[in-house]
């Protein structure tokens, strides 16, 4: 039975939190804050015609009046294939890192 359980909770829920949810750093164009995507695997995905996935975001911050658009496409799998960043960059996890911890914390 408790098989049972395990596998029941593991089709409803999709996955632990680091299996469904992808994160994505942006830098809007003419802002110095970064902004933090999060894709979910399971629910925001489209499929494609090639039998893939993509998903399309907007990354807006709350110090920064511009918005960046982010396009992933997927493959079959739900692995990235490519990101594409408009009226932005996308930037690493250290660079987030640095704009949300204060200056002398590090």
């Known amino acids: ?31 110095p804050e970064v902004v933090i995507v999060r894709v979910d695997l399971f629910n925001d995905l489209s499929v494609s015609d090639d039998g893939g996935f993509f998903v399309r975001k907007v990354a807006r911050g709350e110090r920064c009046p511009f918005a960046a658009e982010v396009s992933i496409t997927f493959d079959k799998n739900r692995r990235p294939v490519e990101v594409t960043v408009e009226n932005g960059e996308q930037v690493t996890e250290a ?6 911890t204060p200056e002398g914390e590090a």
């Open 95 to 100: 660079d987030y890192l640095a704009w949300v």
């Open 1 to 31: 039975m408790n098989f049972l359980g395990r596998l029941w909770n593991g089709l409803v829920s999709g996955g632990t939190p680091a299996q469904r949810y992808q994160p994505y750093y942006v830098r809007p164009k003419r802002c």
